[in-house]
């Protein structure tokens, strides 16, 4: 059986900087750090900023998005070595489409987006937080509702942490079950890739008997079933954890059976 370690990992599409309030270091020390490493391609996905400003204290405020792309463009230069792409992590707000679609993918020319549920709406259009959110079924079928919503939409490449309900939810049960296939299915549908993420494993190192809980290897079992794509992501919130505990998830990718999804099929927006 293959072993992959820390260092197999190449390329990550799932990168903060510090303009979230809650990672370290800007887009070239990051880059410097992927040199270092020997990786080849490193995709930028900082919590995006809203036109609103919604959601503030862990997002750029909208007025920093220029000195943001400015940072991504500026690295292209200085690190020819690496393939550099532009993307952010968003929640899907619905009355916001054209932003997503019009501005970033549009006219800012983002290579992709990420499509994450860090906050989620019920069926009123009600967000609550994915972190510290009550444990209710009804709960769990909302993040699903959600989530297919979202990657309904096609403006994402993939989905961030898609079992991300492992924070709110503490038991794998029939409900989980049919959030798991709810979302699996919906990204085999839409070839939307989701993603393990190594962040998840490297929390569970530091607590491993506290919430939160993910990746939840259950929920892999299921996508490895719907064959839906999935990819490996770091989650960098430090260039310290650029490949951070990423062998681990590929290793949990390998157990259920699941073969990574090309890298190539991330941003290809602008190769199109
Ligand atoms: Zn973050
Ligand atoms: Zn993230």
């Given at each position: 059986m293959t072993n992959f370690v820390d260092q197999d990992f190449k390329h990550n599409f799932h990168t903060h900087t510090f303009r979230c309030k809650h990672a370290k270091g800007d887009v070239?020390?990051?880059?410097?750090r992927a040199v270092e490493l020997g990786m080849e391609t490193l995709g930028f996905s900082d919590h995006s900023a809203m036109p609103d400003d919604r959601w503030i204290r862990v997002r750029m405020h909208y007025e920093q998005l220029d000195d943001y792309i400015d940072a991504i463009d500026r690295a292209r230069e200085d690190f020819p070595q690496l393939n550099i792409k532009?993307?952010?992590?968003?929640?899907?707000?619905?009355?916001?489409h054209h932003y997503y679609e019009d501005e970033l993918l549009g006219e800012r020319a983002f290579d992709y987006l990420i499509g994450a549920a860090h906050f989620f709406t019920d069926d009123n259009g009600k967000w609550s937080g994915t972190y510290g959110g009550t444990t209710s079924a009804k709960t769990l079928a909302d993040f699903a509702r959600y989530s297919v919503e979202m990657i309904e939409t096609r403006l994402f490449d993939f989905i961030a942490h898609p079992d991300l309900f492992g924070n709110c939810y503490p038991t794998w049960d029939a409900n989980t079950e049919a959030c798991a296939r709810d979302i699996a299915q919906a990204a085999a549908e839409n070839g939307v890739g989701l993603e393990i993420n190594a962040l998840g494993l490297r929390k569970i190192a530091g607590r491993p008997t506290a919430f939160p809980q993910y990746p939840w290897e259950p929920f892999w079992t299921v996508v490895a079933e719907a064959g839906a794509p999935v990819l490996v992501n770091s989650?960098?919130?430090?260039?310290?954890?650029l490949q951070g505990r990423a062998g681990d998830a590929m290793?949990?990718?390998?157990?259920?059976?699941?073969?990574?999804?090309s890298p190539d099929l991330i941003g290809r927006r602008q190769a199109a």
């Open positions: 070239a020390d990051y880059c410097a532009k993307g952010m992590e968003c929640e899907y707000v619905p009355r916001l989650d960098a919130h430090r260039p310290d954890d290793n949990l990718a390998h157990r259920q059976g699941i073969k990574l999804m």
